[in-house]
């Protein structure tokens, strides 16, 4: 008889960290087919979280609630805001990956690219891998972003947006907050990728341990660094913030690169990602112990 699965909190953690160190999708695809990735950090948030609504206002209307994206993909099985769970995941880059585009001065080392094409493919399995154990369960589950309307959209404030943001969930799940640069800074710092399943089940959602979207950032915390801006081979971060149009135009330029470097059809930028403090681990000191310590703040204010 198949044993029944574990669907804690601490189930699914084991779920995903089991799919990562067994699933044979977890590659580079390169000569040693390195695996892509070799650590998780998991968190939850509830459907009925009043940051899905701030993020309508602050990302755009087109940003979905879990409640809408689970209502349009699981109509059969209906579902109050407050019976939904979304689980969030962070793939942090490994120590060999990021070392390679340290060394990056324009466009993406292999390793990077190699991790942005394969090892997102593996994120999407991972996404497949979270919502069909949780169906068998009996917990109804989408992954937002395989969905076939999933889309991105012209945003006045962003330049462009998606109708789901996996970092924006990760936020919202305890799992980050936004840099200059708006990488997500993790507990496991900002060189990595996320994913997220919306599913129909009750699990207790992580504590936020900020009180500000940005805390974790050296320059919202005390006006230092700004790494980040030097980093960048497009110009494409200032004191202002992140020029996403910018990006965007060397994100296109880096394809033909790494077709004619590598051999691959890839792409990949990220050098804003690693060699700046917020690279694999939370820079702002006092965040960082707060978070070791277990140490709660106030409640956040709505973002701003
Ligand atoms: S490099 Fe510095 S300024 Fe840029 S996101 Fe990281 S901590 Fe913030
Ligand atoms: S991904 Fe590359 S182009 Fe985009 S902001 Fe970061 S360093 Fe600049």
Not at 118 to 132: C, K, P, Q, T
Not at 194 to 209: E, H, M, N, Q, Y
Not at 269 to 291: D, F, M, S, T, Y
Request: proline residues 7%; contains cysteine.
């Amino acid at each position: 008889m198949r044993k029944r699965a574990d669907l804690s909190a601490d189930g699914i953690r084991e779920l995903i960290r089991r799919f990562i160190a067994a699933s044979p999708q977890n590659t580079m695809k390169n000569e040693n087919e390195d695996p892509a990735w070799d650590d998780a950090l998991v968190g939850f948030a509830s459907g009925a979280d009043p940051i899905w609504q701030q993020y309508k206002e602050y990302v755009g209307p087109f940003h979905w609630t879990p409640w809408e994206v689970f209502s349009q993909h699981c109509p059969e099985t209906p579902a109050k805001a407050e019976e939904l769970t979304v689980i969030s995941w962070v793939l942090p880059q490994r120590e060999t990956v990021r070392r390679a585009n340290r060394r990056a001065k324009k466009y993406p080392a292999e390793e990077w690219a190699r991790i942005r094409v394969y090892g997102e493919e593996f994120n999407a399995a991972l996404r497949r891998h979270v919502a069909d154990r949780l169906r068998q369960a009996g917990h109804a589950a989408i992954a937002p972003m395989l969905v076939p309307n999933w889309t991105v959209v012209k945003s006045a404030r962003f330049s462009y947006a998606s109708s789901w943001s996996e970092r924006h969930a990760a936020h919202a799940a305890g799992l980050g907050t936004f840099g200059l640069c708006d990488g997500l800074i993790t507990a496991k710092g900002k060189a990595m990728r996320v994913g997220s399943v919306v599913a129909r089940i009750s699990i207790k959602p992580t504590l936020r341990p900020y009180s500000d979207h940005r805390a974790y950032c050296l320059y919202f915390a005390d006006g230092t660094c700004g790494k980040c801006i030097d980093r960048c081979p497009a110009h494409a971060i200032t004191k202002s913030g992140h020029d996403k149009e910018k990006c965007r135009r060397h994100l296109v330029r880096s394809r033909e690169y790494v077709k004619k470097t590598y051999r691959f059809e890839g792409y990949g930028c990220g050098l804003c990602q690693v060699g700046v403090p917020c690279e694999a681990g939370i820079p702002v000191k006092a965040a960082r112990e707060a978070l070791e310590q277990g140490k709660l703040p106030p409640p956040p204010p709505p973002l701003a």
